[in-house]
């Protein structure tokens, strides 16, 4: 995007990080721009704070992961192995989650890949947004989960977009990585895993991130569903597949809304008629 030419002696302060959305500050000849920089690093300090608060406190969950997956069975090695190359909590637990319960491990392995699938879609909007050089976005790519997106997309500016990911995401694969590994390591201490219910972590978390994002009826309605099925599939299914098939809510709730916007329209087009 060009840079557009500010009147003849404005001060100008861009914190847009690069071509893109920035936030340009202009005054009067000979103005301070020490309160415009300020803003810029109060607004900087505050994107950080709140990258921070999410990474820690999804990152500790990597310890109900390393308990979970050792309780599963798997090795140590297979258990830091999926923290460190998957680096998707919800595709992890239910990969962990269908082996434990007995499940064929294509099914697992399928449950988990199409719960990951959902960060393709993520990245389309966060590869816009960030607008990485093309070097860097292979790396940047393995950071594309629910947490991150979740943070970077309020921002109001490139700059603190970028700001949010990165920390969000750096601060969250270290600390996820690293409790997995205490928590894998600590499994035979704790004895029964299921007794402590540490499977539920992971998803607590996640709920507690996607609620505020559900503002529409339809959003809500669709989640609501998406639930029921899972839970009503749960007992007659093998494990892995009731989260898929749970993905049915949403052209189910669409083609009913789109069905009534229809019915809507005719009835609209039919009193004005009349009139």
Not at 253 to 264: H, M, N, P, Q, S
Request: hydrophobic content about 50%; charged content about 15%.
């Amino acid at each position: 995007m060009a840079e557009q030419t500010a009147p003849p002696g404005s001060d100008r302060v861009d914190d847009g990080g690069g071509d893109g959305p920035g936030t340009r500050v202009t005054g009067e000849p000979g103005r301070d721009t020490s309160s415009a920089t300020s803003r810029v690093a109060k607004r900087d300090a505050d994107v950080v704070r709140d990258a921070l608060g999410v990474g820690i406190a999804v990152g500790l969950s990597g310890f109900a992961f390393g308990v979970t997956s050792a309780g599963a069975g798997l090795t140590l090695l297979q258990t830091c192995a999926l923290s460190l190359l998957v680096f998707t909590g919800a595709s992890q637990f239910a990969l962990v989650g269908a082996l434990a319960a007995g499940g064929n491990p294509y099914t697992a392995a399928a449950g988990a890949f199409f719960l990951g699938v959902r960060n393709a879609f993520y990245g389309l909007r966060l590869s816009q947004l960030l607008a990485l050089p093309r070097a860097v976005r292979p790396f940047a790519a393995h950071w594309v989960i629910d947490e991150t997106t979740a943070v970077t997309l309020p921002q109001p500016t490139r700059r603190a977009a970028r700001i949010g990911f990165t920390v969000t995401g750096l601060t969250l694969y270290v600390l996820w990585n690293l409790t997995t590994l205490v928590g894998a390591l600590g499994a035979e201490a704790l004895g029964d895993t299921d007794a402590w219910g540490l499977d539920a972590a992971s998803p607590a978390v996640f709920l507690a991130l996607l609620a505020p994002m559900l503002k529409s009826t339809t959003e809500r309605v669709t989640a609501a569903l998406a639930v029921l099925l899972a839970l009503g599939l749960l007992p007659v299914l093998p494990a892995g597949l009731p989260v898929l098939l749970s993905a049915l809510a949403a052209p189910v709730v669409l083609f009913v809304t789109g069905r009534r916007k229809i019915a809507t329209t005719v009835v609209t087009q039919g009193e004005e008629r009349r009139r």
